[in-house]
């Protein structure tokens, strides 16, 4: 069994990542469980998704210490989810800050180095600037498919069931970008 989470702040596209993750892990043959919570997306709010797979699996919830993979799509969420990742898990963040509601009316500070902070506790931290990966392939919008991207190349799948997922997943007129941000983050 291998669990995945997968987390960031509305608007980032973290439900279309986990639905593309999902999609790609149920034809190569996986039980897969999917949970996903929305809280104040709409307005900028936590998001994350909770991804499980092997071959049978019973809940698609998450316990603390038990997340193989941590995909976190802004740093302060990664920090936030850090209690769910196994010692040995493998961190992949995208370099975004995004100020949550208590710091930008001054009641809370957001971490001078949340980076740093993973890599005092974690060996396997990556972090990527997905939106300048995205950029390089035509769209900033395409940063959550460049971040799966990254997640891929840590994963024994082929790039081809990646690409894939994308086109069932993706609206077909961002299909080509979409592709190019994922082919591109598979490259960062």
């Known amino acids: ?102 710091v930008a009316v001054g009641l809370a500070e957001y971490p001078a180095d949340p980076l740093g902070e993973l890599r005092s506790r974690f060996d396997k931290v990556v972090d990527v600037d997905a939106i300048q990966v995205a950029k390089k392939a035509g769209d900033r919008r395409a940063a959550n498919v460049a971040i799966l991207g990254v997640l891929a190349r840590s994963m024994p799948f082929d790039k081809a069931c990646w690409l894939e997922a994308i086109e069932h997943r993706v609206p077909p007129k961002t299909l080509e970008i979409n592709r190019k941000a994922f082919l591109s983050g598979w490259d960062a």
């Open 1 to 102: 069994m291998t669990n995945i989470l997968i987390v960031g702040v509305g608007g980032q596209g973290i439900i279309l990542a986990a639905d593309v993750l999902a999609e790609m892990l149920v034809e190569q043959g996986f039980d897969v469980k999917e949970a996903e919570i929305h809280g104040m997306s709409q307005r900028g709010g936590s998001v994350h998704s909770m991804i499980r797979y092997g071959k049978s699996i019973a809940s698609p919830l998450i316990t603390e210490g038990s997340a193989d993979f941590l995909l976190a799509f802004e740093e302060l969420e990664a920090l936030r989810w850090a209690s769910y990742a196994k010692k040995d898990a493998r961190i992949i963040v995208n370099r975004q800050q995004i100020p949550p509601v208590p």
